[in-house]
C-alpha cells in the first residue's frame, strides 16, 4: 500500500504544475528530449533525482524548491486572497503580484510559439521520411 500523499510525492506536483501551465506531457517531453511516456513516469514517481528535477523546474519556468513545496491549497489560498484584498482600494498587499501581467502573457506566447515551431519543424521531417519512403517502394 502506498502511505505517500500529495504533499509528498514530486510526480503529481510536477504534474499539476504542469497542467496549470497549459502544457502537455508531449511538450515537456520535447524540451527533456525524451518520450512522453517518460513524462508519464516522471509523473507517478514519488521521488526524482535533483539533476533531473531541476530540468523541469526551468522548462516549467519555476525553481525546483518551488516543485517542492507546491501545494494546491496554497495555491487556492493565495488566488482567494488576491481576489478577496482587490476591493481594498488598491491597498498593497504580502500577496501581490511583483510581475507584470502582460509581460507574463509575452513570455508565455514567446515559449508557446517556440515550441510550436519545434514541434512544426518535426512533423515536417515526419512527412519527408514517409515521402521517401513511398518512393522507395
Known amino acids: 500500500m502506498n ?5 509528498t510525492h514530486i510526480g ?9 501551465r497549459g502544457m502537455k506531457q508531449e ?3 520535447i524540451e527533456l528530449g525524451v518520450s512522453q511516456q517518460t513524462v508519464s513516469n516522471i509523473e507517478k514517481s514519488a521521488t526524482i533525482e535533483d539533476k533531473l528535477l531541476e530540468q523541469v523546474a526551468r ?3 519555476v525553481t ?9 491549497e496554497a495555491v ?3 488566488f482567494n486572497n488576491f481576489h478577496d484584498n ?5 491597498a498593497i498587499y504580502a500577496n501581490e503580484c511583483s510581475f507584470h501581467p502582460i509581460d507574463k502573457l509575452v513570455a508565455v506566447y514567446e515559449e508557446n510559439q517556440k515550441l510550436y515551431e519545434r514541434l512544426l519543424e518535426a512533423e515536417k521531417s515526419k512527412i519527408i521520411y514517409l ?3 513511398l518512393e522507395k517502394k
Open 27 to 29: 511538450a515537456l517531453a
Open 86 to 90: 482587490s476591493a481594498n482600494n488598491g
Open 76 to 78: 487556492f489560498n493565495f
Open 131 to 133: 515521402e521517401n519512403l
Open 3 to 7: 502511505t505517500l500523499d500529495n504533499t
Open 12 to 20: 503529481r506536483k510536477i504534474g499539476r504544475i504542469r497542467e496549470m
Open 64 to 72: 525546483s524548491e518551488s516543485i517542492k513545496n507546491f501545494s494546491e
Open 59 to 61: 522548462i516549467l519556468g
